[in-house]
């Protein structure tokens, strides 16, 4: 199971950080991925990362601004987002992937509940 926290509302140019905690003892041979959803939008690739930590993976539109990593020991995926736009406002998920694919939603097998970041102008 992944549970993801650390969403609310921010400020544009906020820097909060969303942690995907994982249960059980495999979290490590997962990649794991960040997407998000916004009202009346699909759901989008937003960051991924490698089973060990060293490989990173970024849309264009968060690139540069957000970044992805990961401690094993504790079984948690973190997103840190700088600079954030009200563009960036969304649902957003974490998921993990039992191969190495991570861009589609449907390369990934197990999903989080979601959390709401909103960010006010």
């Known amino acids: 199971q992944l549970q993801a926290c650390g969403g609310g509302l921010v400020q544009a140019g906020g820097s909060p950080r969303l942690s995907c905690a994982a249960s059980?003892?495999?979290?490590?041979?997962?990649?794991v991925g960040w997407f998000r959803q916004a009202p009346g939008k699909e759901r989008e690739f937003v960051a991924a990362?490698?089973?060990?930590?060293?490989?990173?993976y970024y849309a264009d539109s968060v690139k540069g601004r957000f970044t992805i990593s990961r401690d094993n020991t504790k079984n948690t995926v973190y997103l840190r987002m700088n600079s954030l736009k009200p563009e960036d406002t969304a649902v957003y998920y974490c998921?993990?992937?039992?191969?190495?694919?991570?861009?589609?939603?449907?390369?990934?097998?197990?999903w989080g509940q979601g959390t709401l970041v909103t960010v006010s102008s």
């Open positions: 998921a993990a992937s039992p191969q190495a694919a991570y861009r589609l939603p449907t390369d990934y097998e197990y």
């Open positions: 990362i490698s089973r060990s930590g060293v490989g990173t």
């Open positions: 059980g003892r495999t979290f490590g041979t997962y990649y």
